[in-house]
């Protein structure tokens, strides 16, 4: 039988060797076995020694955690026998581990950084859930609380996703819906997305939600084609942040999901939201190319808010943009948003890309939009979000 790897290897390293110099990428960290080492700093000409570790010290473990270069060197003192554990090894383990754990150490990483000076170093890198007022140990309580209950959520049955329809300003017809996700908290009642799905983009638990979401709009389809017996097929918007889209293999994933309850990939369309730099973006390039070739539609989502702009654009093969409320809802009060809108619109009939606007509250701004050749609207003044039973008990001429 092949040894399993546990990530730990052994190395044996003569006296008065580096085991590594400032600068070094932080690949690994290290536990003495046997043996000692010296711990240098300062600049290459002038090393000064700073601390001296023998066995059962640690050395290494906050380069390896933080994603930083080394800040000081190391070098052995006498022959030592080191355990090093790699940084993919770790990177697994974590990635495997319960959400709250994975959040502490980005809360205890970030304080580190905060106090020690380290690159990236802000006192602001504390826990930005916290509200005017509060402190920072009880929003860090309040969001591991949070976690911890979104972590149950999946397993009980609370998340549910509601459908808003989106409207053809031209012509006035429903033809869609975008899919917004809601958790039917048992103690705090109905949570919005915008306090649970940032919590969960930070830990692994976001790959679970959107999972769940896609399953969960794939086995509605068949009621929301229903809903539309005259008309073309409605389209189904769902939100993937850019992180998921990174992820290994999921475009394959979406489709055995839709094939499983026989919704085409034409019906689906993936709203990247973004909140976050992604590292990867070739990553996320190649998985809306992918579901451009399957015949799926992806919009860019939040346009002209912040890191969804015009880079975006250059780079990716969206198919349509939405255009955030931010500037939908002061089109009338503000000049300003009233040229973002109209330089959007132009830009996208120029990319020949289809234009959607969000948050749109009174028929006037409909019909300013409509005239203005958006092409589809949504908002308060035509639907709500609202569970499927509902939607089907209201009828599609009902908007
Ligand atoms: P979004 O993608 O920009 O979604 C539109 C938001 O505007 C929704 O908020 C919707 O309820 C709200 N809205 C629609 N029409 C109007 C209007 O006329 N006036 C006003 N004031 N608001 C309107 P919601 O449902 O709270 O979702 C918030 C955000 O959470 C979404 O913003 C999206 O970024 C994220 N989100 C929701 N569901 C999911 C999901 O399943 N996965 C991911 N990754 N993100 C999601
Ligand atoms: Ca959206
Ligand atoms: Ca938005």
């Known amino acids: 039988m092949p040894p399993t790897n546990t990530g730990l290897n052994r190395e044996v390293i003569p006296a008065h060797t580096l085991v590594f110099s400032t600068g070094d990428a932080g690949d690994a960290a290290y536990v003495i076995e046997s043996g000692s080492v010296e711990v240098l700093a300062g600049p290459p000409t002038a090393l ?62 970030e304080r580190y950084r905060s106090t020690s000076g380290a690159p990236g ?31 149950q959520a999946l397993e009980s049955d609370q998340l549910a996703l509601y459908y808003q329809p989106l409207i053809n300003l031209q012509d006035g017809r429903r033809v869609g819906y975008e899919a ?29 939600i959107g999972q769940w979401g896609l399953r969960r709009a794939a086995q509605d389809w068949p009621r929301l084609r229903a809903a539309h017996p005259d008309d073309a097929p ?22 055995a999901c839709l094939q499983q309850f026989d919704m085409p990939m034409s019906a689906l369309r993936i709203e990247l939201t973004e909140t976050t730099v992604v590292n990867n973006l070739q990553a996320v390039i190649d998985s809306i190319a992918a579901l451009r070739a399957l015949g799926s539609g992806v919009a860019l989502d939040d346009f002209g808010t912040g890191y969804a702009g015009l880079e ?24 300003r948003s009233y040229f973002i809108i109209q330089s959007a619109l132009e830009l996208s009939r120029k990319l020949g890309v289809n234009t959607v606007a969000e948050g749109i509250e009174d028929a006037r701004t409909a019909e300013a939009l409509a005239a203005m050749g958006c092409h589809i609207g949504q908002g308060y003044h035509f639907a709500r979000p609202m569970p499927l039973d509902e939607l089907e008990a209201r009828g599609i001429q009902e908007r």
């Open 48 to 109: 000064r020694r700073v601390a001296t570790l023998e066995a059962g010290a640690m050395f290494g473990e906050v380069a390896l955690l933080d994603r930083q270069s080394r800040t000081a060197t190391v070098r052995t003192l006498a022959p030592t026998t080191l355990v090093r554990i790699d940084r993919a090894h770790v990177d697994e383990l974590l990635a495997r581990s319960d959400p709250v754990i994975q959040y502490l150490l980005r809360l205890l990483l």
């Open 180 to 208: 917004l996700m809601r958790w039917r908290h048992p103690t705090l009642g109905l949570v919005s997305p915008d306090e649970f799905i940032g919590l969960a983009e930070k830990t692994g638990i976001i790959a679970r």
């Open 121 to 151: 170093a802000s006192a602001a890198a504390l826990p930005s859930e916290a509200a005017p007022g509060e402190s920072v140990h009880s929003a860090a309580v309040r969001t591991l609380s949070l976690l911890h209950d979104l972590t």
């Open 312 to 335: 975006y654009l250059q780079n990716m093969p969206f198919s349509s943009i939405k255009i955030d409320r931010a500037f939908v809802e002061h089109m009338h009060t503000s000049s």
């Open 234 to 255: 409605p389209f189904v918007s769902v939100n993937l942040s850019a992180p998921e889209l990174c992820t290994p293999g999921i475009v394959e994933q979406i489709h």
